[in-house]
């Protein structure tokens, strides 16, 4: 399986993901700045691998004896919505920065496991399920490996169950024409690509029994950012009575956001709207990039957690876990 993220010791190693899937480039950032340019430009992307990423830079400013607390500012502005970022940071600054670069490994070796707990109880809700509908990139890119939603799917793949995903591409940034595509290629996962505009269509016609997306932060009421998109696709999935699904990590849960109005949303370059990479496609107008959107809860059929499914309403019964801190450890 594809790797996102590698740390050599005196730097973290991150494979340039604005070139998939036509190139194979590493990217090597020896400092906490160069490490949140990486993260600010997509170089890595999706919440976990953020997370991971920033923790990393964070460790080596302590360990290189650099102003922590300006790579601290850096990392933590790199992107906005996710929260895993300011969880991490967080997790590093609880330990002495002499052990930072070890925390930092763990909590990258934790995520695989985590992926794999969600894999576990995730698969078990697809018995039925054979036409899977996924969204963005939610794989061992956007990962410390395994992957959220993909980890779900490969999981079900590799009990023996018989699946087959409907990739939506996700304007503008293409996520899962271009990653998920080729992780499920690469893993033999039966698929087919299609545009977003064909979800309803797809829906309507009876070929979708799942939909399952990640999730950029979870406020404590369940509502759910996730890449632009998701929201359509909740509402569609209500209208069908299609289950609709979040793989949650714990770690991207936000108490203090108490519902989806406080999520801050990213917005991007609104030249992601007009093309790709050199190629421009719309006239020179104004052009609006939200990168995220948010799922109200009552939308969500259930959240896949490392440790169970949550099933609606949120928070589930289990509510004194998030009270404690929803850590995972
Ligand atoms: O802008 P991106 O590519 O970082 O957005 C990623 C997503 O929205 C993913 O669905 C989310 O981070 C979960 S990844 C396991």
Redesign the pocket.
């Known amino acids: 399986m594809v790797e996102a993220i590698r740390f050599t010791g005196d730097a973290v190693e991150l494979i340039d993901q604005r070139l998939l899937p036509a190139q194979e480039r590493w990217i090597r950032c020896e400092t906490a700045a160069l490490t949140a340019d990486a993260i600010r430009g ?1 170089v890595v ?6 997370g991971i990423t920033a923790a990393y830079g964070y460790a080596l400013a302590a360990r290189q004896g650099a102003d922590v607390e300006e790579a601290r500012r850096l990392l933590l502005a790199s ?1 906005p919505t ?1 929260t895993n970022l300011r969880w991490a940071l967080e997790r590093l600054d609880r330990v002495p920065p002499e052990r930072r670069v070890e925390e930092a490994k763990a909590l990258h070796r934790e995520d695989v496991a985590v992926n794999k707990a969600m894999g576990r109880h995730g698969a078990a809700l697809l018995e039925d399920a054979h036409d899977l509908y996924s ?4 794989g061992a890119l ?2 410390g490996g395994w ?3 993909l980890g779900v799917i490969r999981s079900a793949a590799e009990s023996g169950r018989r699946v087959h995903v409907w990739v939506g591409e996700t304007r503008p ?1 293409l ?1 899962g024409a271009r990653l998920t595509a080729w992780e499920l290629q690469q893993d033999g996962i039966p698929c087919t690509l299609v545009t977003d505009n064909a979800a309803a269509f797809l829906m309507g016609a009876g070929k979708v029994d799942a939909v399952l ?4 932060r979870v406020a404590a009421n369940g509502d759910t950012a ?2 632009i998109g998701t929201l359509a696709l909740a509402v569609l999935a209500a209208r069908w009575e299609i289950p609709f699904y979040v ?1 949650m990590p714990t770690s991207t849960l936000d108490r203090d956001c108490l519902d989806g109005t406080s999520i801050p949303i990213e917005e991007r370059d609104p030249d992601e709207v007009r093309g790709f990479g050199d190629q421009r496609w719309a006239a020179d107008i104004p052009a609006y990039n939200p ?2 959107d948010v799922t109200p809860a009552e939308l969500v059929t259930a959240w896949v957690t490392e440790f169970g499914v949550w099933r609606s309403p949120f928070p589930p019964a289990n509510a004194a876990f998030i009270a404690d801190g929803g850590t995972t450890r």
């Not at 969204?135 to 939610?138: A, L």
């Not at 997306?213 to 950029?216: A, H, L």
């Open positions: 997509m992307r999706g919440a976990p691998a953020i992107r996710a969204h963005c990139n939610t956007a990962t992957g959220t939603s940034y996520q997306v990640g999730c950029d996730n890449k793989c990168a995220f």
